[in-house]
């Protein structure tokens, strides 16, 4: 049960949104952020005095004033906060369930906001069990050659003794894929489906010829 939410219908049916390109949040996952610009400084103002839920989308479509959105993104309640000296916030997210955009909303405050349908991803309110046929050492052998090729490192001992969902999801947030691939990972229905698209991302990676390739970090 994440968050004390235990079916879509408790989740907030309108939340503001953080478009951020490169970053992504998945449900248990936990996000830090630095926040800033005031229109954030704002919404993060508000969502402390509501129910602390943000959505964090990727935008599409470039650098534009008002981009597009992502179809679907992941809300998340805000489980730290702290205030700097120099007036920034640093807060954590952390992952409630995906959602999809069903309209964004015409609205006066500085931030966006969408009504999010929370129905269709309502399984992610509960953490995934089983997880016998995950085979962890073809995984992190797939992983190793993939952060060989980058000079990349984790802890190693992190990684064979977390959790599955832990393993992949925080993998899926934290590598340095391609909003696009990031999104595919956003958006795999299952735990299952994103273990495989993961696993697909890392090999094709390390696949490649070449160790020029530039690629765009969560951070």
């Known amino acids: 049960m994440a968050q004390g939410y235990v079916k879509a219908v408790d989740l907030p049916q309108v939340i ?15 996000l830090p952020l630095n926040i800033f610009e005031p229109r954030y400084l704002n919404m993060i103002d508000d969502a402390m005095a509501g129910d602390r839920i943000i959505g964090m989308i990727q935008p599409v479509g470039g650098p ?8 679907v993104g992941c809300a998340g309640r805000i489980t730290t ?7 920034r ?8 369930a995906r959602f ?10 500085p931030y966006r906001q969408v009504r999010a349908a929370f129905q269709p991803f309502e399984a992610d309110l509960t953490a995934p069990t089983g997880g016998e046929g995950f085979d962890r050492e073809a995984f992190l052998g797939a992983l190793r050659h993939y952060l060989e090729r980058r000079q990349l490192d984790v802890d190693w001992e992190t990684a ?14 934290a590598l340095p894929f391609e909003p696009a691939e990031k999104q595919a990972l956003m958006e795999t229905p299952t735990l299952e489906d994103r ?7 890392l090999r094709i990676d390390a ?4 160790d020029g390739d530039s690629q765009t970090s969560m951070q």
């Open 64 to 71: 534009r004033r008002l981009p597009s959105l992502s179809a």
């Open 207 to 210: 696949a490649e010829s070449g």
């Open 160 to 173: 064979q003794a977390a959790p599955r969902e832990a393993l992949v999801n925080s993998l899926s947030m």
């Open 89 to 96: 916030y640093l807060i954590t997210l952390t992952g409630v």
């Open 81 to 87: 906060f702290a205030e700097t000296s120099d007036g």
């Open 16 to 30: 503001p949104v953080f478009p951020l390109p490169g970053a992504i949040l998945l449900p248990r996952g936990q």
């Open 100 to 109: 999809r955009v069903a309209s964004e909303l015409p609205v006066q405050t």
């Open 195 to 201: 273990v495989e698209v993961l696993t697909a991302l």
